[in-house]
């Protein structure tokens, strides 16, 4: 029975985490490296309630409930009564199997690890603990607080009853929870970033401009924002991390990055975050 849920990273996913799970009623304990990277994270949930309180959407007192349950520190061995473990750190292999490894000498045995990666092996994860049935993929969508799916990712030993526990929180936290095998790129990155890929090839070869490439698959294909658009709030780095991962995990070259994909992050032209990318910010 999961009661208390431990999330590793205060960042954008991390606190996002935290805040659902706080809101479902679970006490949380969110840990970061850094004093003010909680802190930050803490800020953000706090804002995050506010907006909700005043759009009317969740009390005053149920905002006061949810935070009064998040726990914050820098020491990852308060995680170690934590039912469940959701690890939302950089997509790193040796960051997340070191805080795997850790985890599993930290946790009680019973302890469920999940890992909000969007492209890394959830095997090779479980890898690097002494539980690999108690190892699974929860990964969350951007922004977490308002959208719906969990894309629950089994590793190559992860048991049903993991799948099963992990499902049900989901539920509770007001989710959607769909389930898929490990493989590069699980389901949702493997089907999105080829997109996004086909789209920036497109602009490569002179075929449209990007506001009429986002405007086409928003207005034939129904899509809320246009795939060039999505790569900049997405982060362009990242998906090029995403196509490598593709590229190389299924060595097929029609996942190959497109040459301006990979030149635009070579200057440093991430999205939104740099404040230029297929659009300026």
């Excluded at 935290?18 to 850094?34: E, L, R, T, W």
């Excluded at 803490?42 to 506010?50: N, V």
């Amino acid at each position: 029975m999961i009661q208390k849920i431990g999330v590793i990273g205060a960042g954008q996913m991390g606190n996002g985490i935290a805040q659902v799970a706080a809101c479902a009623g679970y006490d949380v304990v969110m840990v970061d490296i850094k004093d003010e990277y909680v802190e930050k994270g803490l800020g953000t949930i706090q804002f995050s309630l506010g907006k909700l309180v005043s759009k009317e959407r969740m009390s005053q007192a149920d905002a006061d409930a949810a935070l009064s349950r998040i726990e914050t520190g820098t020491d990852r061995q308060a995680c170690a009564e934590c039912d469940l473990v959701v690890e939302a750190v950089p997509e790193i292999l040796e960051l997340k199997t070191s805080i795997f490894s850790e985890l599993d000498s930290i946790c009680k045995p019973e302890t469920i690890l999940a890992s909000n990666t969007s492209s890394i092996s959830i095997t090779t994860i479980a890898e690097s603990t002494n539980r690999p049935d108690k190892v699974i993929g929860m990964h969350f969508m951007n922004p977490v607080p308002i959208m719906k799916l969990v894309e629950v990712i089994n590793g190559g030993q992860t048991s049903s009853e993991t799948n099963s526990a992990v499902n049900e929180a989901a539920e509770k936290m007001g989710k959607i929870a769909l389930s898929c095998n490990d493989a590069p790129g699980f389901v949702s990155n493997r089907i999105l970033c080829p997109m996004l890929n086909e789209a920036i090839l497109t602009l490569q070869e002179g075929v449209a401009e990007p506001e009429a490439i986002d405007g086409i698959m928003k207005l034939g294909m129904n899509h809320p924002i246009g795939p060039l658009a999505l790569s900049d709030l997405i982060g362009l780095d990242t998906v090029l991390h995403i196509m490598n991962v593709l590229h190389e995990g299924l060595g097929d070259d029609k996942y190959a990055p497109a040459p301006l994909l990979v030149s635009m992050v070579e200057e440093g032209k991430l999205g939104r975050k740099t404040g230029q990318g297929f659009y300026t910010y």
